[in-house]
Every structure is written in structure tokens, then in C-alpha cells.
């Protein structure tokens, strides 16, 4: 039975005695709206962004509605950005001119996206809790997002949130909402799906804040359907230069009983600078909708198997974040969770036995009804890592009668966010 956290740690912000998060109390805590007469200034970070992609953006916008020719050529142009070439060249991944941007100030960002916000509600308060105070570690966590920020093709076009207004899914407004949760966090590593702004939003802006980002769009994204989409979606990863050095990349299209399938995943070897101490991180998102369990099946062994070979055998410690579409009941979980990479789900952490996912990572309402479920997931090497603490959930009265996407929050999936660290009392290889 899941439970409500006994040991809540109330710094949204707050790390380890390393001070290495200085970014300010965020917008999510404030519960009383700003000043109202003060006159906003033009949002010039979040402008500079688009227009820094204005190709990638006027290619996108080109695009004849129903996924022709065009679209596949922006896909292909996305997959060469992203190529599996970089495996061998991990340079590749950096855009040409990602070290020469101007590097810009979070406060400054978050200021402006507040300023786009503050016909908002306010955002809602989430708690890391702490989870193993006990155990010593010499060098600061890392901090790992999984999320689904929920395509903008798709969200006005195809997945029928009956209970969401047009107006809470302005692309405009939202990607603020967006930036706004990953500057309060402030993952050294951010896993996401159903990307579709990746080039005009999340990569100038991300790489300003310091983070080197890949991007693996879907083969067929279901985002080339819509009118006036802007590419099609996929897997995103981000992590933080200063922390990390990149020391392989693959970009794996999941097959499924030998067949190739429109699902995808990124796996990237990192380097801490700090400890020099090598991982794997990977993220993914599975086929989804019902019926479709024996695919998600196949697809997440393919992955498994794929994670063996990159691990060389589970040597390299592992963390795997993705929207699984897969409920714990699953057989796709099992696999993972009895997966001779020796994976635990790390959110299980936040129930009262350790043993219980939580309740729900996405709740929606569509035309079928309400889809409450858990379906996200932060899989790590439990002998070799260790979850310092989780971000907690929203509660059901947070969430509100209406569910999600709503005016304070932006996807129909709640962010999933841990710290981690190496254990150090255990031997290198038994992982
Ligand atoms: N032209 C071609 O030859 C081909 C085209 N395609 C295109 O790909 C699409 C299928 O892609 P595929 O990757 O398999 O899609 P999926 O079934 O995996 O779903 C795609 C998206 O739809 C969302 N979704 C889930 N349930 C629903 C629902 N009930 N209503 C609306 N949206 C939902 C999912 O969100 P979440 O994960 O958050 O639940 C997911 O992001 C087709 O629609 C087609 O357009 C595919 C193959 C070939
Ligand atoms: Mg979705």
C-alpha cells in the first residue's frame, strides 16, 4: 500500500553541503499571485531561443499537415543530428555552435517565464524526501528528471483531454510551465518524451544553461498527423557539461520480435568529473494504449538487451528513466524489475514498504474516461547506486478535479526526480 512520505525534506533546491544548486526559490512555492501594476519587460531569452532556430522552426512550419514528404525530411535531418555515428564520435552530438552561445542566467529565465505566467494560478509544492540520510557519500549527487512533457502536436491535436481548456495548452505559455519545473529542480541530468520543440525551444535554451542534449525523434511520430505540428516527437537527453563528460552514445530503435517498431531509446555512458566514476544512462518511451502488452514486452527485452551490451555485462553502473506505458502488473516491468542487471524502480522508495509503486504518475480525462496510472519509471543498478531522495508526488487534491494537463501544470505525466549517488562500501563489478 502506497503511503504519504514520513520524512519529507522541504528544500525544493536544496543539496548536499557541496552548494553546488544556487538557483532561487522558485515560482512553484509562491501561493499568492505578484505585484500586479509592474510593467514586464519583453522576454528576450525565451525570444532569442526561437529565433536562434529559426531554421529548424521555418523547416518545421513548411511541413504539410498530414506527415508528407517534408515532415520525414525534418525527421531525417533530426536523426542525422542525433546519429548513431556519434557512438564513435561523441563530439558529433554537440551542435556547431552549442560552446559559442551566450551562457544565460536561470534567475533571469525563470523571471521571464514567470513574467509569461502570471495570468496563472500558482504552481503547486513538491517535496524531496529524504531517503537514506545515513549514507556517506564524498562526492555531490546526481540529480536525474524523468518526464513526459506531453507533445504539443499531440496534445492539442490527438489526445483528447476532454477536461483540459484550449487555453491551459498554449504552446506559448506551457513550454514556460515546462521550463519553469526543470529550473526549480535543476536535474544535472534530464531525461525526456514526447519532445516535439526540441530544436527551437529546448536545445538553445538548455544548452545556454549548460547542458549538452541529444534528441532521437520517433521513425513515424504520431505529431506529423496533426495540422500545423512543429516535427515530429521523441527522446530527449540533456545532461550538465560541468558535471559529466560523454563517453558513448547509442541511439537504439527498439525492435520487437525481431521486427523494427516506431519506439526508440538514447543511452549515453557519462563520466562524473567530480569522482571519475563511470554510468550508463538511458531513456525511453514504449509503445503505448492497451493490447499492446506483448510489444512493450518485446520492446523493453530489446532494450534490456541492448543495456547488457553498453553495461558490458552490468559493469557499469545503470540508470534507466522512461514513460513505460506499462502499468507494475506488466510483464514488461518484470522483465526489468528481474533483469540480470540487477534494476530496482527507484520511486518504489516512496511507500511505506519499499515494495509499492506509487499510486499514479499520470492522471487524465478523455472522451473514455479517467486514465489514472502508473506508467513512468527511474530503474537503477541497486547495488551500485544508492536514491538519497525522490520529489514527491501530487496529491489527488492537488491535482485537482479536472486532472492534468491543467493551468498550473503542464503534461498529463508528473516529473519523477532523484538524487543518486555511487555506493562506495561496494566492490566495483557487483552491481
Ligand atoms: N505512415 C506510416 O507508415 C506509419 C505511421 N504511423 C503513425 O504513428 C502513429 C502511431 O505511433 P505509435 O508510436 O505506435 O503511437 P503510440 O500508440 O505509442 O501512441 C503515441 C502517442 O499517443 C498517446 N496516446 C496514448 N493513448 C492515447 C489515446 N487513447 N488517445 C490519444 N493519444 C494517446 C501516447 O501518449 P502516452 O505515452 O503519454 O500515453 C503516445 O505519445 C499512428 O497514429 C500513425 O500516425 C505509424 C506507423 C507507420
Ligand atoms: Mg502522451
Redesign the pocket.
Known sequence: MYQSPRRLCSALLQRDASGLRRLPTPGLRRQSPPPAAAPRPAPRLLAAASAASGAARSCSRTVCPM?NGTSRLYSALAKTLSSSAASQHPEYLVSPDAEHLEPIDPKELLEECRAVLHTRPPRFQRDFVDLRTDCPSSHPPIRVMQW?I??QA?GEG???FVQCPVEALKWEERKCLILEEILAYHPDILCL??VDHYFDTFQPLLGRLGYQGTFFP?????C??VEHNNGP?GCALFFLQNRFKLVNSANIRLTAMTLK???VAIAQTLECKESSRQFCIAVT?????PG?ERFRSAQGCDLLQNLQNITHGAKVPLIVCG?F?AEPTEEVYKHFASSSLNLSSAYKLLSADGQSEPPYT?WKI?T?GE?RHT?DYIWYSQHALRVRSALDLLTEEQIGPNRLPSFNYPS??LSLVCDFSFNEEEPDGLL
Do not use: I, V
Not at 285 to 289: I, V
Open positions: 506527415g513526459n506531453l507533445a499531440l490527438k489526445d483528447n518524451q514526447e520517433k521513425p513515424w511520430s504520431p506529423l498527423d516527437d517498431t516506431n519506439q518511451h514504449l509503445k503505448a494504449r499492446w514513460d506505458n499520470t478523455r473514455s486514465c506508467l498529463d505525466h
